[in-house]
């Protein structure tokens, strides 16, 4: 059974601070792994990433993964209010219908 | 551009009541398409899939059921909701690519109280 595990589980920092969130995963027959952010309602999509060692960046926000060692990390920088939510990391693996399994994500709270 | 729609965004039932669900994609064609449920302070776990109209892949074993009628609608149903179906729905969309894994994308979502 495939499975995601995301450290920590809650987080609070102040504005400007910088984060790096975890991502460990067992899955068979890897394909991708991605980074969602959930405010209140729908996650919407961050990054996905399936080659080791490509820096996928995206304003203050970047991401990499390590295939060999099975895990992702989510870094913001310069963390600003906007950016509290839950972070959630899913992998894609198995199979040819691209089912995503979630971790039980990350919250972040920003505090001004 | 490629939209999801969920409705209701709220609902509230008491326990033995039917439920009905919808979730339509705008902007694409032969989606696949996926329900996920969220409980209080879990991650998002994969209900039904489905690849094309009328296939309809069950995750998990539960009282809930999923049905594909059109190409870009998704229904999950129950014939009686208990406590335990209680969460946030989310519909999800994806585009089959030939090569590589594909994203998902998520529609607004239902939260569900059964009361």
């Known amino acids: 059974e495939d499975k995601v595990v995301q450290s920590p589980l809650s987080l609070v920092v102040h504005e400007g601070d910088t984060v790096t969130l975890n991502c460990s995963y067992e899955?068979?027959?890897?394909?991708?792994l991605l980074w969602y952010k959930q405010e209140k309602k729908a996650p919407t999509f961050l990054f996905m990433l399936?080659?080791?060692?490509i820096e996928k960046k995206s304003g203050r926000l970047s991401s990499i993964l390590d295939k060999k060692e099975l895990f992702s990390i989510l870094n913001i920088t310069a963390t600003q209010t906007g950016d509290s939510a839950v972070y959630l990391c899913?992998?894609?693996?198995?199979?040819?219908?691209?089912?995503?399994?979630f971790g039980k994500g990350t919250l972040l709270t920003v505090n001004p | 551009s490629q939209t999801i729609h969920q409705w209701p965004a709220t609902l509230v039932q008491p326990v033995g009541s039917p439920l009905s669900l919808e979730c339509t994609v705008e902007?694409?064609?032969?989606?696949?398409l996926y329900w996920y449920r969220q409980a209080a302070g879990r991650g998002l776990q994969l209900l039904f899939y489905?690849?094309?109209?009328?296939?309809i892949s069950s995750e998990v074993p539960q009282n809930l059921s999923a049905s594909r009628p059109q190409d870009r609608q998704f229904i999950l149903s129950s014939k009686k909701l208990l406590l335990s179906d209680s969460g946030f729905y989310l519909c999800?969309?994806?585009?089959?690519?030939?090569?590589?894994?594909?994203?998902?994308?998520f529609g607004p979502g239902t939260r569900l109280t059964v009361l």
């Open positions: 999800a969309w994806s585009v089959l690519r030939l090569a590589g894994p594909d994203t998902q994308y």
């Open positions: 899955v068979t027959n890897f394909r991708s």
């Open positions: 399936t080659s080791s060692g």
């Open positions: 899913a992998v894609v693996g198995g199979g040819s219908n691209y089912k995503l399994t």
């Open positions: 902007g694409t064609s032969n989606p696949n």
């Open positions: 489905s690849v094309g109209i009328g296939q």
